[in-house]
């Protein structure tokens, strides 16, 4: 029989890409590599920054890895893999996201280098995970227990080099004094910690205090405006008699109608507010609004009162008062009706009022309004103090730090060389080349500070032989101890790094096919400038 003509066999849709293989493989690394070599140039103190513009013009300068990579929106699947890594990495500890980044890239570059010198994939992957197991245990065993110094320490480390603030060690101070202040059972409640921004003063300016703030104005100005001993009740309901629900309508066809109306929407609101008195309230805290009308008997009845109090305020007033939130005035009760110290009106800027709320009945609130001469100022300055929360909660859990500037990373580095040493398999050179990848952290710390990358990286090999505590000061650019600068981590949050940046690499590591059902973005368009030596 004639051989009949086989037609193709499609099963992508039309306009679908598909790359399979070491093509896959080596396209997906790139992309990593791209990311990895963009955030290079921002870590560390020395680092620089990256003006970032988005479609309508607005400017924003930042070296904070997770902004860059939020604000540039990668579209490539394997960049936006390790997007998610420094977006769990900011969200979980604060701090860390460009380390996370960079490493992902320089693990990847050494396993791009082991899959041509024909290493498989899966040999690359177990090695991998064995010299992170390996780097966690020499993460253990050089930690530093913490006390509230090396706490301090901690969020300075991780303060420096978000801005040009002079003030960050009385800054660090306060802040971690706060933290242990607000500190229950050992934890502390980063839902409770609020953070506001004013600028146009200077960073010294900055206030750290137990107490919650509410950007609203007292709603009269003939209301109280300063309430001892507060009785504060919590509304999500609108004092209006005019607020109908589902959309009713009421019809009035005669002036006698309409008048009758007026006084009965005022004896409506009398009753509401008598129902706030009833309950002992002489603070009021609303989410809804309130009319003139309601606004006028609140004062009569003395109730220092805010409208239009956003939701997150009031759960924050509520955990920290005792108050519930009540959806319903008439189901006020005093059962209701929490309680503070003190609650008071501020100005705290130019025409610009804040109410504070002190002394509240349970402890574990933090208020912290950041001051700065720009809007730049002050965005650096509260990215700065959210790393240094995350990052002393997260060395709270266990009581360790580690030794910045790079000595965690060399001190790593030269266990898991020894390390190697034990293995005559492929499994050697897997373990080195992670030895590798961990190197280049300290070395890009020196690069961005002006350092001769391979006079430090030798001095500091040589200086670790005598304590694992040597690292790379790039203020002072110079090798030196660690732990006797003030320069140091959170061991929980530099564990985070080596494993998610370790998972996340194998991930891309095992993929070896990638479907496209849109066109795909060249890799290199993701940062512009950066070439695509596979194309």
């Not at 990593?32 to 140039?41: C, E, P, W």
Request: hydrophobic share 35%; net charge negative; proline share 3%.
């Amino acid at each position: 029989m004639a051989k009949q003509n086989q037609q193709p066999l499609i099963i992508l849709a039309d306009g679908s890409t598909r790359k399979s293989g070491s093509r896959a493989t080596r396209n997906n690394i790139m992309a990593a590599k791209i990311l990895s070599n963009a955030l290079k140039t921002t870590l560390g103190p020395r680092g620089m920054d990256k003006m970032l513009v988005n479609t309508i013009g607005d400017v924003k300068i930042t070296n904070d890895g997770y902004t860059i990579l939020k604000e540039t929106e990668p579209d490539h699947p394997a960049a936006k893999m390790i997007v998610d890594l420094a977006k769990s990495q900011e969200e979980d500890f604060g701090d860390g996201t460009t380390t996370a980044v960079v490493l992902v890239g320089e693990i990847l570059k050494q396993a791009e280098e082991l899959i041509e010198q024909g290493i498989s994939i899966s040999t690359i992957e177990k090695g991998f995970h064995e010299a992170r197991n390996k780097t966690l245990e020499v993460f253990n065993d050089i930690a530093i227990t913490t006390d509230k110094q090396e706490l301090i320490n901690i969020a300075k480390t991780s303060m420096t080099g978000k801005g040009s603030f002079r003030n960050i060690d009385k800054m660090a101070k306060e802040l971690v004094e706060a933290l242990l202040d607000v500190e229950k059972d050992g934890e502390i409640d980063q839902d409770m910690i609020k953070i506001r921004k004013i600028h146009g003063e200077a960073t010294e300016d900055t206030e750290i205090s137990e107490s919650i703030t509410v950007d609203k104005n007292v709603v009269e100005s003939e209301m109280p405006k300063d309430v001892k001993n507060a009785k504060i009740a919590l509304l999500q309901y609108p004092i209006d008699a005019r607020e109908l629900q589902n959309d009713a309508k009421i019809k009035l066809t005669t002036p006698g109608e309409y008048q009758s109306y007026l006084d009965k929407e005022a004896e409506m609101l009398k009753e509401e507010v008598q129902k706030i008195v009833d309950s002992g309230a002489n603070v009021l805290f609303n989410n809804k609004k309130i009319s003139d009308l309601g606004q006028h008997y609140l004062t009569k009845a003395g109730i220092l009162t805010a409208k239009r109090v956003k939701a997150g305020d009031l759960r924050r007033l509520s955990k920290a008062t005792g108050a519930n939130i009540v959806n319903n005035v008439r189901e006020l009760t005093p059962d209701d009706i929490g309680e503070a110290e003190h609650v008071y009106e501020r100005e705290v800027f130019e025409d610009r009022e804040y109410i504070f709320i002190e002394g509240c009945k349970y402890p574990g609130v933090l208020n912290i309004i950041v001051r700065g001469s720009t809007k730049h100022v002050t965005d650096q300055l509260e990215q700065a103090i959210n790393d240094a929360i995350g990052a002393v909660i997260k060395a709270r859990k266990e009581n360790k730090a580690l030794p910045g500037g790079g000595a965690a990373a060399i001190a790593a580095s030269k266990a898991l060389k020894k390390y190697a040493n034990q293995f005559e398999d492929k499994k050697q050179l897997v373990i080195i080349a992670y030895a590798k990848a961990l190197e280049q952290l300290p070395v890009a710390l020196a690069k961005n500070a002006g350092m001769d990358t391979i006079d430090v990286t030798t001095e500091l090999l040589a200086a670790q032989e005598e304590s694992t505590n040597m690292g790379i000061n790039v203020i002072k650019r110079e090798v030196s101890n660690m732990k006797d600068d003030g320069i140091l981590d959170s061991k929980n949050s530099e564990d985070e790094i080596v494993s998610g940046a370790t998972e996340i690499a194998c991930e891309i590591l095992r993929i070896d096919d990638v479907v496209a059902t849109k066109p795909e973005t060249p890799v290199g368009g993701d940062m512009p400038g950066t070439p695509n030596p596979y194309m």
